[in-house]
Nanobody, 123 residues
Framework: QVQLVESGGGVVQTGGSLRLSCAASVSDNRYSFNNMGWYRQAPGKQRELVAIIRWNANTNYGDFVKGRFTISKAAAADTVYLQMNSLGPEEPAVYYC???????????????WGQGTKVTVTS
């Protein structure tokens, strides 16, 4: 099984920065990393993509990011970081870590979600 542990949420002023972390704990070596990233959900809104990093280091970002955020992955561990800069009043949300792991040799692709970490931006 795969479990995701998130950290780094909190309160920041408008224009400030936060760094989110997500560490995957994999208890079965038949699971292999495919991709990991972050979605966010603000009250009354749909969950939206923030950033994803894939096994080959390719990344995708939500359109609203506009170069302000950077996703990266630790070299020797399934831990992903999201550096968020220039946070604005539209950013407050619960940020969810998500990961896709391949089970076996293409037997299945399983999607996992963390519990979420809250980001609050104050003026």
């Amino acid at each position: 099984q795969v479990q995701l542990v998130e950290s780094g949420g909190g309160v920041v002023q408008t224009g400030g920065s936060l760094r989110l972390s997500c560490a995957a704990s994999v208890s079965d070596n038949r699971y292999s990393f495919n991709n990991m990233g972050w979605y966010r959900q603000a009250p009354g809104k749909q969950r939206e993509l923030v950033a994803i990093i894939r096994w080959n280091a390719n990344t995708n970002y939500g359109d609203f990011v506009k170069g302000r955020f950077t996703i990266s992955k630790a070299a020797a561990a399934d831990t992903v970081y999201l550096q968020m800069n220039s946070l604005g009043p539209e950013e407050p949300a619960v940020y969810y870590c998500t990961a896709v792991y391949e089970y076996g040799c293409g037997l299945a692709m399983n999607n996992y979600w963390g519990q979420g970490t809250k980001v609050t931006v104050t003026s």
